[in-house]
């Protein structure tokens, strides 16, 4: 198990840009792949990016292609979360989650992930 705090949520404007932080502990972050998933009242979660053990790998939903960007410092043990042109219905709780599952982007979604941060609020205003 990883222990995940996350950061950097909060208001902003619809076209504005936030990023979020993810801070890992532990020192078996990089046997994790990485990835964000968030939940929207009265919706199922949803993968909207993540992240492979070496950085090298990125999976973004439709949703959020082009706007978002996944990053990984292992230096510091942290993911991040660039998130630019916002849009009201990106509003969600985010979380940051390891998952230890090998295989294709196409079969990963959020059962897959083992260690979930306590997540952290995005709202955008129209």
């Known amino acids: 198990q990883v222990q995940l705090v996350e950061s950097g949520g909060g208001l902003v404007q619809a076209g504005g840009s936030l990023r979020l932080s993810c801070a890992a502990s532990?020192?078996?972050?990089?046997?994790?792949?990485m990835g964000w998933v968030r939940q929207a009242p009265g919706k199922e979660r949803e993968l909207v990016a993540a992240?492979?053990?070496?950085?090298?790998?990125?999976y973004y939903a439709d949703s959020v292609k082009g706007r978002f960007t996944i990053s990984r410092g292992s230096a510091k043990n942290t993911v991040y979360l660039q998130m630019n042109s916002l849009k009201p219905e990106d509003t969600a709780v985010y979380y940051c989650?390891?998952?230890?599952?090998?295989?294709?982007?196409?079969?990963?979604?959020?059962?897959?992930?083992?260690?979930w941060g306590q997540g952290t609020q995005v709202t955008v205003s129209s």
């Open positions: 989650a390891a998952s230890s599952a090998t295989g294709s982007w196409d079969d990963l979604g959020p059962a897959d992930f083992g260690s």
């Open positions: 992240i492979s053990r070496s950085g090298s790998s990125t």
């Open positions: 532990g020192r078996t972050f990089s046997r994790y792949a």
